[in-house]
T-cell receptor, first 111, second 113 residues
Framework: SQTIHQWPATLVQPVGSPLSLECTVEGTSNPNLYWYRQAAGRGLQLLFYSIGIDQISSEVPQNLSASRPQDRQFILSSKKLLLSDSGFYLC??????????FGPGTRLTVT | DQQVKQNSPSLSVQEGRISILNCDYTNSMFDYFLWYKKYPAEGPTFLISISSIKDKNEDGRFTVFLNKSAKHLSLHIVPSQPGDSAVYFCAASAIYNFNKFYFGSGTKLNVKP
């Protein structure tokens, strides 16, 4: 069966510090991978999606970047965090069908 | 520009009654719709979906209705149970880009015992 891992579960970082969130998927190959953010009181905003290694689409201009160095690894990064980067970050994978399967999420607080 | 909208941020229902969660969309190219359920501090879990070739899909206590002319879909939960209390998101995808999903802002359902 497929599983998706995200870490860390929670993170508190000062403004201006770098960020690296990692997501890995097991039990499937060549998945579509996604990064979403849910800001407080808001819905899910798609940040990036990837259909293959080094194939990343950015959905919104922002302070973040994404990379996919391996088939089942998706990394969300920032060189300098802003207060507005606080939120709940979700990684998801999708196969040939339409459903997406989400990881447990990372709660990021930028102070 | 939000292409999928859930205009009710919250809904409160008595246990055993019907819960109806609504979702509207603006893009006529959307052809696949999904509902997700999310508990606090967890990732959303897939609940039910519907293709645009159908107007109804049922799975146990959950039924999704699609009205393409109105660009509206709804999720019915009958009977509602306290464990259904969660945030519900609807999402839509277009056939020309099925990799990309647009999510609504969510509706927080509270089922009172």
């Amino acid at each position: 069966s497929q599983t998706i891992h995200q870490w860390p579960a929670t993170l508190v970082q000062p403004v201006g510090s770098p960020l690296s969130l990692e997501c890995t998927v097991e039990g499937t190959s060549n998945p579509n991978l996604y990064w979403y953010r849910q800001a407080a009181g808001r819905g899910l905003q798609l940040l990036f999606y990837s259909i293959g290694i080094d194939q990343i689409s950015s959905e919104v201009p922002q302070n973040l970047s994404a990379s996919r160095p391996q088939d089942r690894q998706f990394i969300l990064s920032s060189k300098k965090l802003l207060l507005s980067d606080s939120g709940f970050y979700l990684c998801a994978w999708g196969g040939q069908g339409y459903e997406q399967y989400f990881g447990p999420g990372t709660r990021l607080t930028v102070t | 520009d939000q292409q999928v909208k859930q205009n009710s941020p919250s809904l409160s229902v008595q246990e055993g009654r019907i819960s109806i969660l609504n979702c509207d969309y603006t893009n006529s190219m959307f052809d696949y719709f999904l509902w997700y359920k999310k508990y606090p501090a967890e990732g959303p879990t897939f609940l039910i979906s519907i293709s645009s070739i159908k107007d109804k899909n049922e799975d146990g206590r959950f039924t999704v209705f699609l009205n393409k002319s109105a660009k509206h879909l709804s999720l019915h939960i009958v009977p509602s149970q306290p464990g259904d209390s969660a945030v519900y998101f609807c999402a839509a995808s277009a056939i020309y880009n099925f990799n990309k999903f647009y999510f609504g802002s969510g509706t927080k359902l509270n089922v009172k015992p």
